[in-house]
């Protein structure tokens, strides 16, 4: 039953929904916000991951650890950090060292670092920089990286409206992949817009 129980979470979180389901949250699976913030230090990966992934259901509780999180040596860590952090968009995070930090991030060799980042400051209401970052990765030769930037812009919403032009030209790729995250996109910019 723990499985089963830890299978949903994990799914809820990759959704993007557990934050608001279970935003403030007291405790998951068994651990407190502390036991979780301590396992990003954890000498195993999927520990690590586990905890980054986790953290964003405390909500606002957890701005402190994601923020920390961001200096972390695996990017892996920090790539789910900012994600978390753009998912929670909450006012704690938007000041001058964590905007600053995620603009750094911005130019992470890793490109998967750069589109968290860039998904981050766009919730956190630097949308101009992130978006540059966003819309470049839906060019990206690598589909993952191309899918990985729609479903930000998607989660996002009407606020990434100005990615409109380059989602309508990811909507034309030759990889159905690309095609179907850009249209998805589209759709939950426009919809939310248009309040459908």
Same mark, same amino acid.
């Given at each position: ?23 403030q ?73 964590v905007?600053?930090? %995620?603009?750094?991030?911005l !130019? /992470?060799?890793?490109?998967? $670092?750069?589109? #968290? &980042?860039?998904? @981050? *400051?766009? +919730? ?20 993952g ?21 380059? %989602?309508?030209?990811?909507? !034309? /790729?030759?990889?159905?992949? $690309?095609?179907? #995250? &850009?249209?998805? @996109? *589209?759709? +939950? ?8």
């Amino acid at each position: 039953m723990k499985v089963f129980s830890a299978a949903c979470l994990a799914v809820l979180l990759l959704c993007g929904v557990a934050t608001e389901c279970l935003a403030q949250a007291k405790s998951i699976a068994g651990r407190g916000l502390s036991e979780w913030s301590s396992e990003l230090n954890s000498k195993s990966r999927t520990r690590r991951l586990r905890a980054a992934l986790t953290l964003p259901a405390f909500g606002a509780d957890a701005v402190e650890s994601l923020v920390g999180a961001l200096e972390h040596a695996d990017p892996a860590v920090v790539y789910w950090s900012a994600s978390g952090l753009g998912d929670l968009a909450h006012k704690s995070a938007r000041t001058k060292p964590v905007l600053a930090r %995620l603009r750094a991030l911005l !130019k /992470h060799k890793s490109i998967g $670092v750069r589109l #968290a &980042a860039g998904f @981050a *400051l766009c +919730r956190l209401g630097e949308i101009r920089s992130g978006l540059a970052v966003l819309t470049g990765g839906l060019q990206h030769a690598q589909r993952g990286v191309a899918c990985a930037s729609a479903d930000f812009l998607a989660r996002i919403g009407p606020t990434a409206a100005a990615a409109v032009p380059a %989602l309508q030209e990811a909507a !034309k /790729h030759s990889d159905y992949h $690309v095609q179907g #995250a &850009a249209n998805e @996109a *589209l759709k +939950r910019i426009r919809d939310v817009k248009e309040g459908k």
